[in-house]
């Protein structure tokens, strides 16, 4: 047997999933990263270590470029699948085994499940369907990289997410003084230009998203570095035309159409949104065991636990997150936010109530909200929209909360290194299903 049928095998029974997610793909992503725990299948954090891509909601075309360039930098043999909704998870990760360790010919080696011109999804359900005929890999020949997946080292202890604070993420081109020359790898060649002490530094140009590990899906941030220093960003505008009920914030749009919602499902719903937050921000921060945490805690939520069993385990990790020195050390004075600058932006939600208003701050006051949401889980009586915010603020469908938060980041970020950005963006969060959804456009920063 040769080495390449020794690896096929192998990557069928284990195969290392790259999951990425598209607005509208929350509820699938929820779904596929308690399957991968369940499989015990090791997550890959960049293309290049993965077996199997997963893509976790409906198709986004302005989003295909990068998910083909993700596609283009995984090594053979691999398979990419895609679960539009939750029920298609676990049939299209079976499918995407299966044609990894299909048998081949005589001399028993398995079928490369990946070919140059082989750019097909499997995908699940009624939404099984074949791209477009005829596409050309060289159709997105000069595209900007916007991959934005980090070279971090990977976790097996978390199967959903891989982010380090201290990595640097994103590779892409942009206006340099090289004439257009890059580095291997597709990197740019940074030129120069002064830096806010005066020296003359190479400033770097460089995408962050859509597809890092632990971010916004779909979101794109464009950087200027000089060093490992913002020097400026600036928000690509998000896809837009997603549906229209943002998985988190679905109780408050009932309610908002005339649905009789309860205050409780509604806690239960706030209480699970923050608890996903807080697992992707302690991954970031690279805690990946109480990231682990935060998600079994969120899922046990969605899965309808009663308060009883679900409050002392979130009290002792509220704990156990809250009191970390270490945690707090590493985050402390990034990211500031004034809860007046909050308000002028249009910020509301846990952001505003966050006195001191850096990563701390945030990432405490969405601990404290986890447990009062879930002491209410019990509560009876109807959601007031006015009374109780949805999991990002006030709830608005022409002005999701979600476009305040985003529209914040290219100001906080200018002045932080690159490893610290990526902190800002996980303490604020902005819900792409809420950007896709709303009706304006989120203009560039």
Known sequence: MGLSAVLTRAAARRPR??????????????????????????????????????????????LAPALDRLWRDMPRPCVRVRAVTADD????????????????????????????????????????????AGRQDDAHEGEHDESGVSDHEDSDADHGGHGH??????????????GGMEMPGGLPMAGPGEDRDGLTLDRLHVPLGPFLADWPAGLTLRVVLQGDVVQRADLDEPAAGGPGDPFWSRPWIRAAAGEPVGVGEAARRRAAAHLDSLGRLLSVAGWPAEAVTARRLRDDLLDGAPSSSVLPRVERFARRVGRSRTLYWLTRGVGLLSAADARAAGVTGPAVRAAGGDVPARYRQWLTEVVDAVRQLEATGLLDLDARESPRGRWDAERPPSAALAL??????????????????????????????????????
Request: net charge negative.
């Open 408 to 445: 914040l980041l290219p100001r906080l970020l200018v002045g932080a290194e690159l490893g610290a950005a990526h902190l800002v963006v996980a303490s604020l969060d902005p819900d792409p299903d809420e950007l896709a959804a709303g009706r304006p456009a989120v203009a560039r920063g």
């Open 89 to 132: 998870v676990a049939s299209v990760l079976d499918a995407g085994r299966t044609r990894l360790g299909v048998p081949g010919g005589p001399d028993g080696e398995g079928v490369r499940a990946r070919r140059e011109e082989d750019t097909d999804d499997v995908e699940g359900g009624e939404h099984a369907r074949h791209r477009e």
């Open 17 to 62: 999933v790259l999951l990425v997610t598209t607005p509208g793909g929350t509820a699938a992503r929820l779904v596929a990263e308690r399957e991968l725990r369940s499989r015990d299948w090791p997550s890959a954090s960049t293309p290049a270590g993965a077996d199997l891509m997963l893509v976790a909601g409906p198709d986004c075309a302005r």
């Open 165 to 178: 604070a201290g990595d640097h993420g994103g590779h892409g081109h942009g206006d340099h003084g090289h």
